[in-house]
Every structure is written in C-alpha cells, then in structure tokens.
C-alpha cells in the first residue's frame, strides 16, 4: 500500500535530526565523538537517585503515578519559583509550565506562534533543535548577525525596522553552537529593542548554569519582562533522561501553552517532576552543581589547549566561560563536510556546523565540537588526530 497520499503536506519540512544520524556512526567501535550535545553520565547524582526515589514514594505516594495538572507537578513549580529567583527571575506559580524537555516547549511554542509564512529572526547560526521544532509550522527564518560577541544588536534593530516578524529565537548564553555568551551591554540595547517595537522574544536557556569561569549575566527575561517568553532545563543539571523543561511565559502565551500541552499528552511525567521537586527543593541541585563544574571544566581546558596546540593557524575558535560547546571556523572555502568524512575514517566524529544555519549553503568552513561526553586524555588525542587530517585536507 501507497501511504504517501495519506501524510500531511507539513511532513515535507520535516528532516531527521543530522546530528542524531551523526550519532548512529558514533556507535561504531573505537570512535571518539565530539559531535553530542550529550551530557556525561558521571554527571548525573547517582548517589542521591535512590534517596530521591524513597522521599518521593514516602512523601507522595500513589500521586507520584497519577495522572496530574497539565501546568505541572505543584511542588515543582513551587521549587522552581526558588530557582528562578536565583537566577533573578520572579515569577508565581502560575506563571510556570513544566515541559517535556525543552524541545517540547519549542515545539508547543511552533504550534500555537507560528501560521505559514510567518517570519521567525533567529542567530546566524542557531540551535538545530529549534529549527526542527519550528519547520513544521512553516516560518520563514530570517537571519541576524553573530560575532564572537553574539547575537549584533544593529542587525537586530534592522530586521525589526524593515519586517513584521513573529518572534525572535535566542540562545543568549553558551550558546548551541558556538558556546558564545551575548554581554550585559548587549543584552541591555537587545531588551531596549524589542520592548521598543513591541516584539516578542523567546529566550532558550539550557546552559546557564553550567559557568566555569567569570560571572553571570542576567538573563534577557529580567530586563524585557513583558516582551519575554523563558525556556529552562534540568536536562544539563539533573537527567536529561526525565525529560523535565519549564516555560515562563506571559499569561496569553502561557494559556495557550497549556492549551496545546493537553492534547500533546496531557501533562509531563508525574513521578520524574516529583523527582525534579525534591531535587530542587532539597537543595541538591546546589550541592551538585559544583561536581559537574568540576568535571565538564577540564575537559574544556584540554580541547582549548589541544586546539592552541595542534590545529593550523589558518582556524580560529570560541573560548567560552561555560557550556558545552567550542565552534571552530576555517579558512572561507574550506569543506568541513569532507573533512568529517575523513575523520571518521580515523575515528574522530564532530559535527559540521551547515547544519545549524537556517539558509542553506552557509557555515560550510564551521564546526561543533563537544567536550563533555569525553575525559582530557581522549580530547587531546582526538584534537591532534583531527589536525592532521585537517592539514591533509587543507
């Protein structure tokens, strides 16, 4: 049977995930991979899961496995309002709607913001995850301007002036590619902007506290309130595996998201966003933040001085203070796709960054790389794998 005929015309902006193919070759014996955005299972507090579990069996009960509110687990929202005010956000419980991960939000966000033909400003590059969430809607993305800085305020200022746009997408800190984090200065002139216009920006914060180094930067959401919709994630922090998210978002907005959430799959799981409220509201979450830190930060180190060490002159790349990330960018011209064809024939993998632009044919000279999935040792020994046949290449 022909079932072609039966699927929705939306399919055809429907790709599979490139970097979840890139990952099926990963599997293979021996690869070293810096393609993942994946974090380290040694970051996960093992130690604790079990002492969870039973305080929320003790406490909860039979509530942990029944069906639950569609705005999600009141004890979480409640821990979350701790949360959020640390990181200088104020927010009620009502203001709060748990996810399934943050790329349910994105794609709840897609479902209820976007018509066909709405035009969407995005980062030049931006996270692929979001593009993925948003291309079935059908936007049309329009791409403003990045330098080692983030997100230019100017190329902003003159897609608001020129288009009528639905909204602007940012990753505003450590950002998936590049790991760049956009200045208070910036983000200062970037709020001013849209309140200016009265635009509406998403801000998508997965990495923020993953710093290692130098200090924080308040998010866009503290200084644009109203004019803001704040994604977050325990996935870094916690377990990505339990799929917790959370959306802070105007009361229209978050009515809405509700709305869509209920005929996704009515609510996020009940027992996970127990886990999640006790991790938080224990103050486990502080406790264990400092042993991710302590883990991811050498790694970084190691790919930094790798790359310093051994890669040809010819590339530059990102030194962040925090997240997961190091872009790379070669000389103009460059093919970074034949590149990753031949590392993998040596055992290296890492990601070609054409993939997170959203028009096609730009980024050809970039990459991602990822160091948390990997210990300093295998780094350094995939850099210099990787340089050499970069130069072979070049």
């Not at 687990?73 to 309002?81: G, K, N, Y």
């Not at 907005?253 to 799959?265: A, E, P, R």
């Not at 990330?325 to 011209?333: A, D, I, K, N, S």
Request: proline share 6%; charged share 20%; aromatic share 10%.
């Amino acid at each position: 049977m022909d079932y072609k005929p039966f699927l929705a015309s939306r399919t055809s902006r429907m790709d599979a995930s490139a970097i979840r193919e890139i990952l099926k070759v990963v599997s293979k014996p021996g690869m070293i991979s810096l393609a993942g955005g994946i974090p380290a299972p040694e970051s996960f507090p093992m130690s604790i899961m079990q002492d969870l579990t039973n305080q929320v069996l003790k406490k909860y009960g039979s509530t942990a496995f029944q069906y639950d509110l569609t705005e999600g687990f009141q004890p979480l929202r409640q821990a979350l309002i701790n949360h959020l005010e640390n990181k200088g956000l104020l927010a009620t419980q009502n203001e709060i709607l748990i996810s399934s991960g943050s790329q349910g939000g994105l794609d709840a966000l897609g479902k209820i913001l976007i018509s066909k033909g709405d035009k969407i400003a995005v980062e030049a590059p931006t996270y692929l995850g979001a593009i993925q969430a948003f291309n079935p809607y059908e936007p049309e993305y329009l791409q403003m301007e990045t330098d080692s800085n983030g997100l230019i305020p100017e190329s902003l200022e003159q897609i608001l002036q020129s288009e009528q746009i639905k909204f602007v997408y940012l990753v505003p800190t450590f950002q998936n590619p590049t790991g760049r984090t956009i200045p208070l200065a910036r983000r200062q002139r970037i709020a001013e902007l849209i309140c200016r216009y009265d635009a509406l920006l998403i801000e998508d914060d997965p990495y923020g506290d993953l710093r290692y180094q130098g200090d924080a930067v308040p998010s866009i959401k503290s200084l644009a309130p109203e004019h803001v919709v704040y994604m977050g994630t325990l996935s870094k922090t916690f377990a990505p595996g339990l799929r917790i998210g959370y959306i802070l978002a105007p009361e229209l907005i978050q009515h809405w998201l509700v709305l869509c959430k209920q005929g996704v799959d009515l609510h996020t799981s009940t027992f996970n966003q127990a886990l999640a409220a006790e991790y938080l509201s224990g103050g486990y979450l502080q406790a264990h933040l400092p042993n991710i830190i302590r883990l991811y930060k050498p790694r970084q180190e190691a790919m930094l001085n790798a790359l310093d060490q051994h890669f040809p002159s010819e590339f530059s790349w990102s030194r962040p203070e925090g997240g997961m990330f190091l872009w790379v960018e070669g000389p103009r011209g460059f093919d970074m796709e034949k590149l990753y064809q031949k590392a993998v024939q040596q055992n290296v993998a890492f990601v070609p960054g054409r993939f997170f632009y959203s028009q096609e044919n730009e980024g050809l000279e970039t990459m991602r790389l990822n160091f948390t999935m990997t210990d300093e040792q295998t780094i350094e020994k995939a850099i210099k794998i990787l340089a050499e046949v970069t130069r072979k290449v070049l």
